[in-house]
């Protein structure tokens, strides 16, 4: 079993930066890909971000690319996700998750297989 749990989120104005973390305890997760996902008020759980088991290729969701940049500390067992130039429509509940045995990269919800509780980011304009 694998407990992730984000923390980083808070309010900040439009413009602004954030970095969110990750960390993973119970099992290192230093084989599996990462992700980041998000949910806005009254919408579903969109891709945001993921990373391969080394950090050595990243990508993003069109809506954040140039602005967010995820990287990973294997050492730390920690995921993290920078996110700068910050716009009122990132506003959502931002989950980590870490991917399934022998999912390399992926943008698909299924394909994670463990979740954190979320945590909050409110961009205000």
């Known amino acids: 079993q694998v407990q992730l749990v984000e923390s980083g989120g808070g309010l900040v104005q439009a413009g602004g930066s954030l970095r969110l973390s990750c960390a993973a305890s119970g099992r290192t997760i230093s084989t599996y890909a990462a992700g980041w996902f998000r949910r806005a008020p009254g919408k579903e759980r969109d891709f945001v971000a993921g990373?391969?088991?080394?950090?050595?290729?990243?990508y993003y969701a069109d809506s954040v690319k140039g602005r967010f940049t995820i990287s990973r500390d294997n050492a730390k067992n920690t995921v993290y996700l920078q996110m700068d130039s910050l716009k009122p429509e990132d506003t959502a509940v931002y989950y980590c998750?870490?991917?399934?045995?022998?999912?390399?990269?992926?943008?698909?919800?299924?394909?994670?297989?463990?979740w954190g509780q979320g945590t909050q980011v409110t961009v205000s304009s």
């Open positions: 990373t391969t088991w080394s950090g050595g290729s990243t």
């Open positions: 998750a870490t991917a399934r045995v022998g999912v390399h990269h992926s943008q698909i919800e299924a394909d994670y297989n463990y």
